[in-house]
């Protein structure tokens, strides 16, 4: 009804108040530490809004700390940034593509899978629990013990989605490692992704 529609409008427009100053901190918290190594993980698009934000501020290209890493992906969802976007981001933080972390990861997760290196395998953040399934994507294949490799189609439960059910299957195929220790890592590992052929799923 009405009433309900207006009631969640309130709590969308709330909602998006909350993000404005959750980002508005992390600013904050970006210039507080930016002469330490620091670690960003975000989108392109989110990168470059930082950018503007502290160039605004007065900050100037390469006042980072040159131990500091970035881990970005995703598109620009139709963001209004110049064509040399990525030059520029990597110019202000003062970082290389060596410095520039891969990922794997997906627009409709909230984060990324990040690459560990030398090893050459992913590790999921905490908040992503991975759901290994068979093709069909209607049986799980995870390990009982928490512990073991299997492979099949990639699927996550986003622990921090708000605004849908935070469910995901994807069209990856994949091997995925629960409780390899690696590295002191405590999150499953993904060791391999590829494309599930073309032909129809079922």
Excluded at 70 to 92: C, N, V, W
Excluded at 164 to 181: C, L
Aim: charged fraction near 25%.
């Amino acid at each position: 009804g009405p009433s309900e529609v207006e009631a969640h409008e309130k709590e969308l427009a709330e909602k998006s108040k909350a993000n404005a100053l959750r980002f508005d901190n992390w600013i904050e918290e970006i210039v507080a530490h930016r002469h330490e190594p620091i670690y960003i993980a975000c989108m392109w698009a989110q990168a470059w809004m930082i950018v503007e934000r502290l160039r605004e501020r007065g900050n100037k290209d390469g006042d980072f700390h040159p131990d500091s890493i970035l881990s970005l992906g995703g598109g620009t969802k139709g963001a209004k940034i110049p064509a040399d976007y990525r030059e520029q981001i990597m110019a202000f933080f003062g970082v290389d593509e060596s410095r520039l972390s891969n990922s794997y990861g997906m627009v409709e997760i909230s984060g990324f899978n990040a690459l560990i290196q030398p090893h050459g395998v992913y590790a999921s953040p905490p908040w992503l629990v991975p759901l290994v399934l068979d093709k069909s994507g209607e049986r799980l294949l995870n390990p009982k013990d928490g512990k073991g490799t299997v492979e099949g189609r990639m699927a996550f439960f986003d622990l921090n989605a708000e605004y849908r059910w935070g469910g995901i299957i994807s069209g990856d195929k994949v091997t995925v490692e629960f409780g390899s220790g690696l590295d002191g890592v405590k999150t499953p590992i993904i060791t391999s992704i590829a494309r599930w052929p073309s032909e129809r799923l079922s």
